[in-house]
């Protein structure tokens, strides 16, 4: 079984920082990770697949990079609609990170 | 507008047995393959099983083989989970998903829980 670790597991920004997640596979999964947005009480969401593709809509301030094991999510410049809880999924087996919170400051 | 509205969800007892289905709508269901995913309260999330557009291969995880069947009458447009032998560690929100491929889920429904206690 394919293995994912997030880190942090927990972060506290403002709006406007730059803010990166990090997510790792415990084996190379070449560019299959996709990344989901949860806010609280609501659905997970698409932001982007194969590792570095935005979903339609997504806005460009999210990017995503990494192959092999080792992925991250950056959002630019954190806005308030931003704070929530941050996902990566590898897409070989489909098991997903354990998540990181994004909180104010 | 794409939709997808689960129903079912309840408390039921450890070792018994529930039907979620969902709802949907705003895209042709019989073409899309549809998976199932869970998250237990303040947990990550789990993939839990697929089903091929037409319902003729599903697939499980290891955590609910054998237990859970997933089903789908695309006439109607509704997808099933049909959950037997429930355990505590099932509690959770089940939510279901159309997958784009590649393990990729958008969107997802509004979710419904299932609360396995005594």
């Known amino acids: 079984d394919i293995q994912m670790t997030q880190s942090p597991s927990s972060l506290s920004a403002s709006v406007g920082d730059r803010v990166t997640i990090a997510c790792r596979a415990s084996?190379?999964?070449?560019?299959?990770l996709n990344w989901y947005q949860q806010k609280p009480g609501k659905s997970p969401k698409l932001l982007i697949y194969?590792?570095?593709t935005l979903q339609g809509g997504v806005p460009s301030r999210f990017s995503g990079s990494g192959s092999g094991t080792d992925f991250t999510l950056t959002i630019s410049s954190l806005q308030p609609e931003d704070f929530a809880t941050y996902f990566c999924?590898?897409?070989?087996?489909?098991?997903f990170g354990p998540g990181t919170k994004v909180d104010t400051k | 507008e794409v939709q997808l509205l689960e129903s079912g969800g309840a408390l039921v007892q450890p070792g018994g047995s529930l039907r979620l289905s969902c709802e949907a709508s705003?895209?042709?269901?019989?073409?899309?393959?549809m998976s199932w995913v869970r998250q237990a309260p303040g947990r990550g999330l789990e993939w839990l099983s697929g089903?091929?557009?037409?319902?003729?291969?599903?697939s499980y995880a290891d955590s609910v083989k054998g237990r859970f069947t997933n089903s789908r009458d695309n006439s109607k447009n509704t997808l099933y989970l049909q959950m037997n032998s429930l355990r505590v560690e099932d509690t959770a929100v089940y939510y279901c998903?159309?997958?784009?491929?590649?393990?990729?889920?958008?969107?997802w429904g509004q979710g419904t829980l299932v609360t396995v206690s005594s």
């Open positions: 998903v159309i997958d784009l491929s590649e393990w990729r889920f958008d969107p």
């Open positions: 084996q190379g999964i070449g560019g299959y």
């Open positions: 194969a590792a570095s």
């Open positions: 705003g895209f042709a269901f019989s073409n899309q393959l």
């Open positions: 089903i091929a557009p037409g319902g003729e291969s599903t």
């Open positions: 999924q590898q897409a070989y087996t489909g098991t």
